[in-house]
């Protein structure tokens, strides 16, 4: 067996920091789609009618969710089989090329239906990148820390990728101040996807530059374990598996519900203007990235599953009267200090989420493991929380939206309370 060099302290902060500016862009990318939903969505769907284009670009949003499990499986194997470095490098490739093209996609009134078909496109290849990014990310970060500050290294997976979503929405805000709502509805829009395709392949760069992880490096030389694979994820790991479903279904809805949704909701139905919410969401999104690693710091002294519990409870019994004050908000203030409230409380899962998912499995089926179960419940309850919030405002019930994100929450309440503190039982420490 080859001997393995155990990287320094310099070096494993180096390569956690390099692995999360990835993450960062990854996400800007991602999240720059949402941020500007409200500008394109004429130019690729023109329609009259606001509510209905805005169905019809969350619809594609959702459609790039669905590609996730398939690029959760394919690189969450390629992850374990050649590397979380190797996963990495694959999936920020993707992602540029997504941002590229949906930057030079002709509009609806150029070439008709091709330009809504060229953005399934795009948003495919994106799909397929940020599921395979979440798993070697996880992974990766899960991996480089160490035992006992893995909760808090592991958060910066979700400052990264809320600070992407805050950089575009900070794009989003000052391209609204220096050129005005008409240049940003006919080509200002573009700009981001510009930017994000050039930061993706600098970063390219750096990720080829990271170090390789110990434990798959360790992993790679045994024979006694099978490769990753779906069957062997199935045959050997079907309850953690089950497990990493169970407890993504609430989280994720929850959170694209606060932070992605939430930005159409208090245009289209809080009654803010465009600019007005974008405030707001920079504002408290900026806080919901600082309490990240507080979070998840916390969870290396009490463990991670108090912190989950606290989450499912808080978004059980709150999520109908937060909505409801929402709709009565009549000043900014009020709405951001209700939004605050609603990121606070998810914050319990969003930081620590991904060291719980990397304690479940062992190192050579790992990036797989996370990735895919997650990818699924993904695609199935955060891909689609802003469709079918949409679809039922246009159908005039969009209450039931909020009793459905606050039963979703109760569900994985349950595995929150049934499953074992993943601190004390992690796998990665078995490595």
């Known amino acids: 067996m080859t001997a393995i060099a155990r990287p320094s302290s310099r070096s494993r902060l180096l390569s956690i920091i390099g692995g999360s500016a990835g993450n960062l862009v990854e996400w800007y990318d991602w999240y720059v789609y949402a941020a500007f939903a409200l500008y394109f969505a004429p130019v690729f769907f ?26 959760a499986w394919a690189m969450g194997i390629y992850a374990d089989r050649k590397g979380r470095k190797a996963g990495l490098t694959v999936s920020i490739l993707l992602m540029s090329g997504g941002s590229m093209l949906i930057a030079c996609t002709p509009t609806y009134a150029s070439i008709g239906v091709g330009a809504p078909i060229l953005l399934v496109l795009a948003r495919l290849l994106q799909g397929l990148s940020v599921g395979g990014e979440y798993g070697a990310s996880a992974t990766y970060l899960s991996e480089m820390a160490g035992s006992e500050r893995r909760g808090f290294w592991s958060s910066f997976q979700y400052v990264t990728l809320i600070m992407g979503q805050l950089i575009a929405l900070a794009v989003l805000l000052v391209l609204q101040r220096l050129l005005g709502e008409a240049a940003l509805e006919s080509w200002g829009w573009r700009i981001p996807f510009f930017i994000g395709g050039l930061l993706a392949l600098i970063v390219l760069v750096l990720r080829r530059r990271l170090l390789e992880t110990e434990h798959h490096q360790k992993a790679a030389q045994r024979t006694d374990v099978p490769k990753s694979s779906l069957f062997s994820l199935l045959r050997h790991h079907p309850g953690a598996a089950a497990l990493v479903v169970a407890l993504t279904a609430g989280g994720t809805l929850a959170f694209y519900t606060y932070t992605t949704y939430m930005q159409k909701y208090l245009v289209n139905s809080a009654g803010f203007s465009r600019v007005t919410a974008s405030e707001i969401m920079a504002g408290t999104l900026f806080l919901f990235m600082l309490a990240q690693p507080l979070f998840g710091a916390l969870s290396d002294r009490i463990g991670r599953r108090p912190l989950m519990i606290g989450f499912g409870l808080a978004g059980l019994l709150g999520t109908v009267p937060l909505f409801r004050a929402l709709e009565q908000a009549q000043s900014s203030a009020a709405a951001f200090a209700l939004v605050m409230a609603s990121l606070v409380a998810v914050s319990g899962y969003t930081s620590i989420n991904a060291v719980v998912k990397a304690e479940l499995f062992p190192a050579h089926i790992r990036a797989l493991g996370v990735a895919l179960p997650y990818a699924v419940a993904n695609a199935l309850f955060g891909g689609s929380a802003e469709y079918v919030a949409l679809q039922l405002k246009d159908w005039g019930q969009e209450s039931a939206f909020y009793w459905y994100v606050s039963g979703m929450i109760g569900l994985s309440l349950v595995a929150y309370v049934v499953m074992s503190e993943t601190k004390l039982s992690s796998l990665i420490d078995r490595d």
């Open 46 to 71: 023109p329609r009259e009618d606001p509510t209905a284009q805005l169905l019809s670009t969350g619809a594609i949003f959702a459609i790039g969710f669905l590609m996730r499990p398939i690029g």
